[in-house]
């Protein structure tokens, strides 16, 4: 597989965004470096250039940088972010009428600029791809998220979009029968590593509380990558507080990505 470490920090929300940047450098110096590339982030944060997205401009300038690497590559891809809004030229690289997406996510990232409350992309990147047709909203699987904004549950009804619970996430091979009973050929693994259990990794700027244990997520990946070919995927949102706390959580996000690679 070919690893794209995006180091993004301008979609994100919080005031300490700029830990996810470190988070992605230390998920690299663990990769192969034969088979990884780096996209360059801008340093400026950019402006909203009216849109009504936080620091639009810079997340437009990664995007294309993000769709020419994701251009060369001669393997499906593992998108390492950076802010989880990485995934919106990762998904549109690969996106087909037969692909799902399942997002594993504390936030189902279903708002719009209208209904956000904080402008940021990371919290509407989802909604934005079911909007501009990018992907199938009835092939689009959010798992694992346990804070909704309202708005965000009116969008998953309108749209159809499924939502699976943590506990729903206890047998993996039920999951993976659900995204193939979509009628989708392939499958897009988005994994924000605010789905997992805070107890169980500490490099979360927001930890949730009650998420999927490592185990439990990684037996999922496994079951839905053996279900059906990996189109791509994304492992995004690492925020450790100091390089020695990286190193404490580098065996789970390790087994995320052997779960991946099958």
């Known amino acids: ?33 034969s088979s990884t590339r780096l996209v360059e982030v801008p340093l400026e944060a950019g402006d909203a250039q009216g849109s009504g997205i936080a620091r639009l401009s810079s997340l437009r300038a990664v995007r294309e940088r993000m769709s020419h690497e994701l251009g060369t590559a001669n393997s499906p891809a593992i998108v390492i ?9 990762a998904i549109a690289h690969v996106a087909t009428d037969d692909l799902a997406v399942v997002w594993f996510d504390a936030h189902p990232d279903l708002n719009t600029p209208s209904t956000s409350p904080s402008g940021a992309f990371a919290g509407m990147v989802l909604a934005s791809l079911v909007e501009d047709g990018t992907v199938d909203a009835t092939r689009v699987v959010v798992a694992g998220a346990r804070e909704w904004d309202a708005p965000e549950v009116d969008f998953a009804a309108e749209k159809g979009v499924t939502s699976l619970t943590v506990a729903q996430l ?17 499958v897009y ?40 070919p990996l ?20 065996p789970t996000i390790l087994r995320l990505i052997a779960a991946l690679r099958g």
């Open 81 to 89: 972010g950076g802010d989880c809004a990485v995934s919106a030229a």
């Open 231 to 250: 189109a791509g995927a994304t492992i995004a949102s690492f925020a450790p507080e100091s390089a020695a706390s990286a190193v404490d959580d580098a």
């Open 1 to 33: 597989m070919t690893f794209v470490v995006v180091p993004q920090w301008q979609g994100s929300p919080s005031s300490r965004a700029m830990r996810l940047a470190e988070g992605a450098e230390a998920i690299r110096s663990d990769l192969p470096s």
């Open 170 to 186: 206890a047998d993996a091979e039920a999951v993976a029968e659900a995204v193939a009973a979509t009628g989708a050929r392939r």
């Open 189 to 228: 693994v988005h994994i924000d590593l605010d789905v997992l259990d805070p107890p169980e990794f500490l490099g979360l700027l927001e930890p949730i509380p009650f998420g999927v244990g490592t185990s439990q997520l990684v037996a999922v990946v496994k079951a839905l990558v053996a279900r059906l």
